[in-house]
């Protein structure tokens, strides 16, 4: 395999592992806005949602989609976002964990 041949199997795989950790943030990302509305807790703004939605889908990106990094920012950046929309109501409504068990 000659060094070019090597460099493009690289970038590719690369670009792959990218992009299953963003498709991996989305759906994180999705689960948790999905569970706090069940819960009948604040989502947060639906503009920031939709937004990193839209921003992961559309082809217009910081970067060229192949790094996907800026999509992965974007969509953490919404998931921090989400959940801190909770504030002080969120916390403490889960109960605590037994670890006797």
């Known amino acids: 395999m000659d060094t070019t041949t090597a460099v493009i199997v690289a970038a590719v795989s690369l670009a792959a592992v990218a992009?299953?950790?963003?498709?991996?943030?989305?759906?994180?990302?999705?689960?948790?806005r999905r569970d706090l509305r069940r819960?009948?807790?604040p989502?947060?703004?639906?503009?920031?949602?939709?937004?990193?939605?839209l921003y992961f889908v559309l082809p217009t990106d910081l970067v060229?989609?192949?790094v996907y990094l800026d999509d992965i920012g974007v969509l953490l950046l919404a998931l921090r976002s989400v959940r801190g929309?909770?504030?002080?109501?969120?916390?403490?409504?889960?109960?605590p964990r037994d670890y006797a068990a």
């Open 19 to 32: 992009l299953c950790v963003a498709v991996g943030v989305l759906v994180r990302l999705v689960r948790t």
């Open 64 to 66: 060229p989609d192949p």
């Open 43 to 53: 989502s947060g703004p639906k503009w920031v949602f939709w937004g990193a939605v």
């Open 85 to 95: 929309s909770l504030g002080e109501r969120g916390r403490g409504t889960r109960p």
């Open 39 to 41: 819960a009948g807790l």
